[in-house]
C-alpha cells in the first residue's frame, strides 16, 4: 500500500513563491512516476509536473519556467517549488506516484494553494 504524504501550500501574493514536498512509503516496484496534480473549483484534474524514475521531468505548458519539479535525497520524495506564481495557479494540489505497469495511481490527501492579493 502506497502512503503519501504532502506538506507546504497556503496563501501567496501574486508573483510569490511556494514549495509543496510529497514524501511516498511504500513504493515496492520498479518503474513509477512521482509528481503533481492539480484541480481547480470547478476543473478537472490536470497534471502540473511528474518525473520518471528512470526518465525525464515533464512539465505543464502552464508550469514551465516557473515550477520546477526536484528529487530529494531519498528516491521517494519529491518538491514542487512554484515561482512567479498567479491567481489561476489557485488550486488543489495533489500528490500523485503511478505505478506505469499496472496503472494504477495513488493520491495524496491534497495541498491547497491560494494566489491572491
Known amino acids: 500500500q502506497v502512503h503519501l504524504v504532502e506538506s507546504g501550500g497556503g496563501l501567496v501574493q501574486p508573483g510569490g513563491s511556494l514549495e509543496l514536498s510529497c514524501t511516498a512509503s511504500g513504493i515496492t516496484f520498479t518503474l513509477y512516476s512521482m509528481g503533481w496534480y492539480r484541480q481547480a473549483p470547478g476543473k478537472e484534474r490536470e497534471l502540473v509536473a511528474v518525473?520518471?524514475?528512470?526518465?525525464?521531468?515533464n512539465y505543464a505548458d502552464s508550469v514551465k519556467g516557473r515550477f520546477t519539479l526536484s528529487r530529494g535525497n531519498a528516491e521517494n520524495t519529491v518538491y514542487l517549488q512554484m515561482n512567479s506564481l498567479k491567481p489561476e495557479d489557485s488550486a488543489v494540489y495533489y500528490c500523485?506516484?503511478?505505478?506505469?505497469?499496472?496503472?494504477?495511481?495513488?493520491w495524496g490527501q491534497g495541498a491547497q494553494v491560494i494566489v491572491s492579493s
Open positions: 500523485n506516484v503511478r505505478n506505469i505497469v499496472a496503472r494504477r495511481d495513488d
Open positions: 518525473v520518471f524514475n528512470r526518465g525525464p521531468t
